[in-house]
C-alpha cells in the first residue's frame, strides 16, 4: 500500500521528511524496514543554530550525503531493492541530459536542495515536458504569486506542485532555484524492482 507523503513538523526538518517521502514514493508501506526510518531521522538535523540549539539550521550537505551512501549499504544489507546516488555541484540541474531528470524518466525520485525563502529540500517525482512535479514537505495551501507554480491538493502520494523547468536552473536565490553551483546538491533514489534501465528507456536516449 502506498501512503500519503508528509509535511515537515517544524521549520527545520525538510531534509528527513524529503529523505523519508522518496521512500514512500518508491516502496509499498509494507516493505518499509522501521530501521531506515529511524537512521534518517538520526543521521540528519545535524546542524546547530546560532543559540547552539541543536537542529535548528536543519540538515547539512555532509549528512545528506552520508545518507546517501548509507541507503546504498543499508539496501545491499537488507535485501531492499533500494539504491542511491549523491550529486553535487554543475551535475545537478535540469534539462535534457540531466541526472535528475534522467532518474525522473527511470521511475527514480531526487531529493534536492533549493531556495524557498532560504536553503530547503524537495522531493522530485517527475517530470514531463518541461514540467516538474515536486513534493514539497513545507506545507502551504494558497496559490503562488508566480501564476505559473501550480499548487496541487488531490495527489498527496506523488506530487503538490507543478513547476516549469526554468525555475529550478537559476543560480540566484529566487523561488525554487537551485542556486549557485557551489552549494547544489541532490540525492537519486531508485526502487530497483521497478527501475526503467537503459535497454528498455531507448527512445528516451535518442
Sequence with gaps: MKIPLHYQMSEYDCGPTAMLNGISFLFEREDIFPELIRNIMLY???????EGTPGKSGTSRAAMMFLSNWLNGFGE???????SRYLSGRSVCLGS???????????????????????????????????????????RDCAFAQK????????????????????????????????PFKG??????FN???????????????
Excluded: W
Design 192 to 206: 530497483e524492482d521497478i527501475k526503467i534501465t537503459e535497454e528498455n528507456s531507448i527512445e528516451y536516449f535518442i
Design 77 to 83: 544489507i537488507r535485501r531492499l531493492p533500494l539504491a
Design 97 to 139: 541530459e540531466s541526472l535528475v531528470n534522467d532518474a525522473l524518466h527511470r521511475k527514480g525520485a531526487a531529493v534536492v536542495r533549493l531556495f524557498y525563502d532560504e536553503p530547503h529540500y524537495v522531493l522530485l517525482t517527475g517530470e514531463r515536458d518541461g514540467l516538474v512535479y515536486m513534493f514539497d514537505p513545507y506545507y
Design 184 to 189: 547544489r546538491e541532490a540525492v537519486l533514489l
Design 148 to 179: 505559473d507554480i501550480q499548487v496541487i491538493l488531490d495527489r498527496p502520494a506523488e506530487y503538490n506542485r507543478i513547476v516549469p523547468e526554468r525555475y529550478f536552473n537559476r543560480e540566484d536565490q529566487s523561488i525554487y532555484a537551485l542556486g
Design 44 to 50: 540528519s538535523l545535524d546542524c546547530y543554530g546560532a
